[in-house]
């Protein structure tokens, strides 16, 4: 596969068919469902719906309604002040969501997700991003790139509460395909502080929504293609269920590392194990 630059993702059909099976599953769900624990930390199943919720509502209050995001309580100086900034955004509306039944949290994100999927659906995709994708060390990104890094946090959310439940997970290639297309773009970034002009690494994914990357660097940083190249000085291959947990910080790294084929000069993929397509 002749390598070719990554092209804009669309994943504004992709709300509504996603986030619709889920609503159904949380109507079905037991009382016991939700007090499961997740991957995600301390929460429990009914947090991480609490927490789709509020990423729902926030989309729509700050991009559709325009309503400006209320400023932070102390100044954000650096990368780990806005970690903590949303850390403790998304802490504080968890804990107030307890005071809700999970019914009115399915009901919650069943409405909010049909106007999340309306709006997202009616914007145009060249239209401006809200933020930019911080993981992916931008400050301003394009607006589909805003849009997909949205779909892949409610897609890989989801499938913190399906894999709490033991319900089948949403790795269909439809959604895993642009999840990863999404995600993949967090490499270069990941990847900043090693390599010199002219390295070459590859980073092959098996499975059906799975592909291969290749990372160049260059005078300005890494970049990003889908495709091989024989010229790689390192190689990574690893399974389309491992990527996506690696990537949304989803498995432990020394589970994963079990499961990773490296190759090739150890400096140019150790960055690989720390690349994740979330705030952390």
């Known amino acids: 596969m002749s390598p070719s630059p990554p092209r804009p993702v669309d994943t504004r059909a992709l709300f509504r068919p996603l986030s619709s099976e889920f609503a159904t599953l949380l109507h079905g769900l037991r009382p016991d469902d939700w007090q499961r624990p997740t ?3 301390s929460w429990q199943v009914r ?4 927490h789709l919720v509020d990423l729902t509502f926030r989309r729509l209050s700050f ?4 309503m400006a995001p209320p400023p932070p309580s102390r100044p954000i100086n650096s990368e780990s002040d806005f970690v903590a900034f949303i850390n403790d955004m998304n802490a504080q509306w968890v804990g107030a969501a307890r005071r809700f039944s999970p019914r009115v949290l399915a009901d919650m994100f069943e409405r909010g997700s049909r106007e999340l999927a309306d ?3 009616a914007l145009p995709l060249e239209a401006p991003a809200l933020f930019g994708v911080s993981w992916a060390g931008e400050i301003e990104s394009a607006g589909w790139f805003d849009v997909g890094r949205e779909f892949a946090e409610v897609w890989h ?3 913190q509460v399906r894999l709490a439940v033991g319900a089948a997970l949403a790795t269909e290639p439809r959604y895993l395909r642009p999840v990863f297309q999404i995600g993949f773009r967090a490499l270069p970034h990941a990847f900043r502080g090693v390599g010199e002009p002219g390295d070459v690494v590859v980073v092959d994914v098996a499975g ?6 290749m990372l160049s660097r260059e005078a300005g940083g890494w970049q990003l293609d889908e495709g091989d190249s024989p010229a790689a000085a390192a190689r990574v291959r690893l399974s389309e269920d491992t990527a996506w947990r690696l990537l949304f910080n989803s498995v432990a790294p020394d589970e994963a590392a079990r499961t990773i084929e490296i190759s090739g000069r150890a400096d140019l993929t150790a960055p690989f194990a720390s690349a994740r397509a979330v705030i952390v």
């Open 39 to 41: 991957i995600a930390g």
């Open 47 to 50: 947090d991480v719906v609490a």
């Open 63 to 66: 991009h559709r309604d325009a």
């Open 119 to 121: 709006w997202f659906e």
């Open 157 to 159: 959310h989801q499938q």
């Open 208 to 213: 059906n929504a799975g592909s291969t990357w």
